[in-house]
């Protein structure tokens, strides 16, 4: 079985092509802060935002923030035909990426959504995830309240 290959961009240039073979490994030390070895360099990081759907985070390391990318065999396979542009289609509905509790929606019935909207707020392991629409729609119906708990996989929105 091949290695999945993985780019990972930080502030929108590749810094690397093949992650899982030039040295770039992880370690959780507790909710929202990792230990990052890059080659030969350690690095504290405390992360700030997710977006699971874009596999986009955001790291503070020593005062700085960065924008971390991460695109698997298929996405670099749709970027390289050309086919990104059709992201933008419409999507039924959205579900949630973990458990947890919906600390707000941002969206009602009947709103036209385009993708990147942010459309609720989910809190997990005590950080808050915007949830965006990964395209185009319209809110059909909201299936959760603020204050909610949710699980994964259970369905926070239906579009039309």
Do not use: C
């Amino acid at each position: 079985m091949e290695t999945p290959n993985y780019q990972v961009s930080v502030n929108g240039q590749v810094v690397l092509e093949n992650a899982t073979k030039t040295g770039l490994d992880f370690i959780r030390l507790d909710d929202g802060h990792f230990h990052v070895l890059l080659g030969e360099k350690s690095y504290l990081a405390t992360l700030e935002k997710v977006d699971y759907l874009a596999k986009a985070f955001v790291f503070r390391i020593n005062g700085e923030v960065y924008e971390v990318k991460i695109a698997d065999h298929f996405d670099q396979t749709v970027e390289r035909l050309g086919l990104h542009s059709q992201a933008t289609a419409k999507f039924k509905d959205l579900k949630a990426p973990m458990p947890g509790l919906v600390i707000d929606v941002m969206v009602e019935a009947g709103q036209k959504v385009q993708k990147g909207d942010s459309l609720l707020i989910l809190e997990a392991m005590k950080m808050e995830n915007v949830l965006k629409s990964p395209g185009d729609g319209i809110v059909k119906k909201v299936k959760v309240e603020k204050g909610a708990a949710v699980n994964k996989n259970q369905v926070l929105l239906e579009m039309e």
